[in-house]
């Protein structure tokens, strides 16, 4: 069974960095598209980065140029460096595995998902 699991959220202050971890098993489940979602206040679940088999990455406009996605193979971990983070970027972020590699950064239930590590920018 596919099974992820995040680590790495905390409090942070504004314009201050984290690095999430994804630890999954029965990777190769999983490694079509990879990637990171977030659910802030008042909004639906939405796409933070993905990376793809071939290493491809995408990025919501939003975070463009100030996180990171990369992953691990040998180890099945999945990471996202998080850079200059604002307060409105607060809340849980959830690793995605299963995705199509047309569909990277959308939202699909049926992908796998993991439970969540909360993240908190002060400002």
């Known amino acids: 069974q596919v099974q992820l699991v995040e680590s790495g959220g905390g409090s942070v202050q504004a314009g201050g960095s984290l690095r999430l971890s994804c630890a999954a098993s029965g990777y190769t489940r999983t490694s079509g598209c990879m990637g990171w979602f977030r659910q802030v206040p008042g909004k639906k679940r939405e796409g933070v980065a993905s990376?793809?088999?071939?290493?491809?990455?995408k990025y919501g406009d939003s975070v463009q140029g100030r996180f990171a996605i990369s992953k691990d193979v040998a180890s099945d971990t999945l990471y996202l460096d998080m850079n200059s983070l604002k307060p409105e970027e607060s809340g849980m972020y959830y690793c995605?595995?299963?995705?199509?590699?047309?569909?990277?950064?959308?939202?699909?239930?049926?992908?796998?998902w993991g439970q969540g590590t909360q993240v908190t920018v002060a400002s």
């Open positions: 990376i793809d088999s071939a290493g491809i990455t």
């Open positions: 995605k595995g299963g995705g199509s590699l047309w569909s990277c950064l959308t939202y699909v239930s049926t992908n796998h």
